[in-house]
């Protein structure tokens, strides 16, 4: 067991990405959530830089993410979704456009190494779009962006007026900006603490009921996201002292227009904080032992040998395996961007 947590880095938090990263590639996780133990201050900087870039792969899905939250926030007001959610879409894009080709623009001529720059982290765009830090979107792109989105937002149309939250009063909904910036799911006694950002709920007295928008397939993700919409309720129990029998969970998946309910379990919900604490444990031992030595971190914290996995990573100064920008946006062009 390792002792103290080292002063130079932040506490470490989870979530159902960070646990993804962490088994797809140990070093990956470790620049993405621990880039604080580098010692070297220019090198920091450009994993913490690096570490906000969205994959490209991820962007379509944000869009419609950030869309929905728009649509239902004005549907909350208005008593109906707005009727163009495809221009709400490009609104939200063109922002994403605008503001990551400033904030490319000004890194570059205003580097501040191991500081704060103006636009991070705290602002609401701080994630720039990955094919901006290389200038250009592969050439498909663009017509993929759209007709993903078309299709979502048609089945999403479709699926709306199925879910309960329709006949919940407006003013129990709920989006997490609402509830909190980060939400811990649960503090362990060493103050580590886990976090889980729902997509929307409603909280009607005692009765919750919360749901998590998917975008990707449900034939390959529908266990994991079962899983993921059961941290949720660990967090709604934790907040609200509410009972696993009062919460409903809802995964909508607008890809093949389908809505997954999962159980809320008690004994599920314990597994998972033994499964979350297990994996906390085999985290901290490693940080501890590295301790700012940034030849230790990366013994410690080996690559991946799956190259598929670099392709989508945004870890692009990465010791040991160093590719130019033209290299890597050859690769995110033979990414099947249905694929997700």
């Known amino acids: 067991m390792a002792g103290d947590w080292p002063d130079n880095r932040h506490q470490p938090t989870v979530s159902h990405s960070s646990m993804a990263k962490f088994q797809a590639c140990d070093r990956a996780y470790a620049l993405q959530y621990h880039h604080n133990i580098i010692p070297d201050l220019a090198v920091r900087y450009e994993h913490k ?3 906000r870039l969205q994959p490209i792969n ?4 944000s869009i419609f993410h950030e869309t929905i939250q728009s649509a239902l926030m004005t549907q909350r007001s208005n008593g109906k979704l707005p009727p163009g ?16 080709r400033e904030w490319v623009k000004d890194v570059r001529e205003n580097p501040i190494l ?5 636009y991070w982290p705290d602002h609401p765009y701080a994630q720039p779009v990955e094919s901006f830090y290389y200038d250009d979107f592969p050439a498909n792109f663009k017509t ?20 309960p939250f329709n006949t919940a009063p407006p003013a ?50 529908e266990a994991a996201v079962a899983e993921q919409l059961m941290t949720y309720a660990a967090y709604a129990i934790s907040k609200w002292s509410v009972e696993p029998e009062s919460i409903k969970l809802f995964a909508v998946w607008v ?5 997954q309910e999962v159980e809320c379990d008690a004994w599920e919900i314990q597994r998972m904080e033994r499964k979350w604490e297990e994996q906390q444990q085999d985290w901290k031992s490693k940080l501890g032992q590295v301790n700012g030595d940034a030849d230790r971190l990366f013994d410690l914290f080996p690559m991946t040998n799956d190259q598929r996995t670099c392709a989508r990573c945004a870890f692009r100064s990465c010791p040991g395996r160093q590719r130019t920008p033209a290299q890597l946006l050859a690769e995110a062009r033979t990414i099947d961007f249905s694929d997700e």
């Open 58 to 61: 991820c962007f379509p899905g």
């Open 49 to 51: 830089r690096e570490s």
């Open 255 to 259: 890809e093949d227009g389908s809505i």
């Open 85 to 100: 959610l495809m221009e709400i879409a490009k609104q939200i894009t063109a922002d994403y456009i605008r503001f990551s």
């Open 144 to 163: 993929t962006l759209r007709e993903k989105l078309e299709r979502w937002f048609e089945r999403f149309l479709v699926l709306s007026p199925q879910l």
């Open 114 to 118: 191991g500081g704060f720059h103006p």
């Open 172 to 221: 129990s909904w709920l989006f997490p900006k609402e509830v909190s910036r980060k939400i811990p799911w649960f503090v362990h006694k060493d103050n580590f603490a886990v976090y889980s950002v729902f997509d929307f709920l409603t909280k009607e007295e005692d009765k919750i009921t919360i749901y998590d928008w998917k975008t990707g397939k449900r034939t390959s993700g």
